[in-house]
């Protein structure tokens, strides 16, 4: 069965304090593994894709990578402008999407 | 460049009442657009996706419809409302072989 988690549900750093946000995922042939931004009361706002293993991608303070069973959204330095919910989604070879539930952000200055 | 657009941001209706969302897309032809609902502090549950005009495939049943009567323009229907279709309904299209983008959303609740 094709599915997604994600780890922690929620995280609290200070700023300044680099961590990582975990997106473990089962499927059946990945073509594609998707992390959005997401603040409150707002749709997801596309971060990066990541097609195989080994693949990283940066974006300013965020960088994510993925191997054959997980995924994770290194944050380096973060500000508070940061915080918000990270949603991770994967394409297995269905073509369907699936979402985890998020990680809840938040970063004190 | 593309955007997509989700009216009305926000709606109160009563248990019973009919629901109409509409989602239109810019920019872009023959999209595979999609409807999810997303629960308070949970994931993003697929409700219908279209890859053309008139072609729509539902993944849970419920008493909620989609159309799509034009290639960018996407409707999310209710004949009547019950409290648990409370929730924030998001609109996305996706260009062939690509990521998903999501519109604004819309908050739904229900009374």
């Known amino acids: 069965e094709d599915q997604v988690t994600q780890s922690p549900e929620a995280l609290r750093l200070q700023e300044g304090e680099s961590s990582s946000l975990n997106c473990s995922y089962t499927v059946s042939g990945l073509r594609g593994l998707f992390w959005y931004r997401q603040d409150p009361g707002k749709g997801p706002e596309f971060l990066f894709t990541l097609y195989s293993a080994g693949e990283e991608k940066e974006k300013e303070r965020l960088k994510a990578t993925l191997t054959k069973k997980e995924s994770f959204l290194h944050i380096t330095a973060p500000k508070p402008e940061d915080s918000a919910t990270y949603l991770c989604a994967v394409q297995p070879s269905s073509g369907k999407f699936y979402f985890g539930s998020g990680t809840k952000l938040n970063v004190k200055p | 460049s593309q955007t997509i657009h989700q009216w009305p941001a926000t709606l109160v209706q009563p248990v019973g009442s009919p629901l109409s969302l509409e989602c239109t897309v810019e920019g872009t032809s023959n999209p595979n657009l999609y409807w999810y609902r997303q629960a308070a502090g949970r994931g993003l549950q697929l409700l219908f996706y279209s890859v053309g005009i008139g072609q729509i495939s539902s993944e849970v049943p419920q008493n909620l419809s989609a159309s799509r009567p034009q290639d960018r323009q996407f409707i999310l229907s209710s004949k009547k409302l019950l409290l648990s279709d409370s929730g924030f309904y998001l609109c996305?299209?996706?260009?062939?072989?690509?990521?998903?983008?999501f519109g604004p959303g819309t908050r739904l609740t229900v009374l």
């Open positions: 996305a299209w996706r260009p062939q072989m690509s990521e998903q983008f």
